[in-house]
């Protein structure tokens, strides 16, 4: 099946071949900036995220460390206690 074109089509793909030819370059000249801007936002916030994961972290393991302090000295004060020897007063 052969398909025909009419003028307007033809006229309207060169048109828009010559609009591209026009913007592309204004366009790219646009863009680069807010892509660099872009790229800068987003080094920030992961550097952001990061910061705040490890400061995260760090409460995290001092609480368990206390934690876990805490329960072994617990223990120590509880084996001691059955440990000694009850001496009565004199």
Known sequence: MR???SLESIAMGVGIG???TI????LKKQIRPA???VATGATALTQGVRK???VTKE???DIVAEAQFERMKRSLD???SEEEPH????
Not at 23 to 26: A, G, I, N, S, T
Not at 87 to 90: A, R
């Open 3 to 5: 398909k025909s074109y």
């Open 23 to 26: 913007l592309l370059p204004v």
């Open 35 to 37: 892509t660099g801007a």
């Open 78 to 80: 509880q084996e001691i």
């Open 87 to 90: 001496y009565p007063l004199m």
């Open 52 to 54: 705040w994961y490890e």
């Open 59 to 61: 409460e995290i393991q």
């Open 18 to 20: 010559l609009l591209a």
